[in-house]
């Protein structure tokens, strides 16, 4: 089991998206009982409350390319501080969001917290798309296909600069798994940078079990450990229905908790987020409550 205190951050992010509703995800997990689950593993548990963000509906989008890029640089910015304060107090942080934009946010504040100690960090990124577009590329102007890219030092410098590093994770520590759909510009962006990717081919073809342990050990080489930035429409949408983009074709639940036992047992998790979490697509709050037994694999729940 984590030995830490775990510290969740709820980031209630709705401006990343075309389809709107992830900004209830904190609140389906939180009705989902999470504290009360994780207390039960025997870990000391704080809910920290959210961070501000602002509403679409009393914004300007500005640029078509990016839109609301300003406003989800402030909330990444406190974002950011605030995962930084948790790791100074040794606390784990548990970040829930939200569109997937927040991990912008939420990498910057775990590597600006480790580099100001000479340390690198890891960085495993869960995910049916490979969020890797930049202003330039992006079909739809959408941020929340955008963060992988910044957090690898490729995009807006409203994002890419938010660590003390750009950037904020070296691209031969990050790696992407449970991929299915890639826009053309991101194929070519994600060879040019070498990023390693297992998509759901290989997932098939190896097996989750080797997939997870390869993706540790890229995540771990000479760091100081991983975070993982975890989409929930990486996983099948018979697990995970309520998310904004669903893609067929995802993991099944055994194969999602075992990305999650794996992280675990490695013991080498810093840091964890839950993204995309929609309880207006969702069916009775099924997603939120998968994403709460996801979160007490990670954590270290076992069967026995
Ligand atoms: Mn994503």
Redesign the pocket.
């Known amino acids: 089991m984590i030995d830490k205190k775990v510290a969740m951050l709820g980031v209630p992010m709705d401006l990343g998206g075309g389809r709107r509703g992830v900004d209830m995800g904190p609140s389906g997990i939180r009705i989902a009982n999470l504290e009360a689950r994780v207390r039960e593993l025997g870990v000391e548990f704080e809910d920290r409350g959210n961070v501000a963000v602002g509403q679409p509906e009393s914004l300007d989008p500005e640029d078509p390319r990016a839109r609301f890029l300003k406003e989800i640089a402030v909330s990444c910015e406190e974002l950011r501080d605030r995962v930084g304060v948790a790791l100074e107090e040794g606390l784990f942080p548990l970040v829930i969001g939200g569109?997937?934009s927040i991990?912008c946010g939420t990498v910057a504040g775990m590597s600006r917290h480790h580099h100001a100690r000479g340390e690198k960090i890891g960085l495993i990124?869960f995910?049916?798309?490979a969020?890797m577009n930049t202003p330039e590329t992006t079909p739809s102007g959408n941020i929340?296909?955008m963060?992988?890219a910044a957090c690898l030092g490729l995009g807006p410098g409203a994002l890419v600069d938010l660590a003390a590093t750009v950037p904020m994770v070296a691209p031969s520590n990050a790696v992407l798994v449970g991929v299915r759909s890639v826009d053309e510009e991101e194929r070519r962006l994600v060879k040019e940078i070498g990023l390693k990717v297992f998509t759901m081919r290989e997932i098939d073809m190896l097996g989750i079990h080797e997939v997870m342990k390869r993706a540790i050990a890229i995540a771990s080489e000479g760091t100081a450990g991983f975070h993982l930035?975890f989409?929930l429409?990486?996983t099948d949408p018979s697990v995970a229905p309520g998310v904004g983009t669903p893609v067929s074709g995802g993991t099944t639940l055994r194969e999602s908790h075992l990305v999650m036992e794996h992280v675990a047992a490695s013991g080498k998790l810093i840091g964890l987020e839950m993204?995309?979490i929609n309880p207006i697509l969702d069916d009775g709050n099924q997603t939120a409550r998968a994403a709460v037994e996801l979160i007490l694999s990670a954590l270290g729940q076992t069967v026995l």
């Open positions: 569109d997937h991990a990124w995910d049916a798309h969020d929340h296909g963060p992988l930035s989409d429409d990486g993204t995309e």
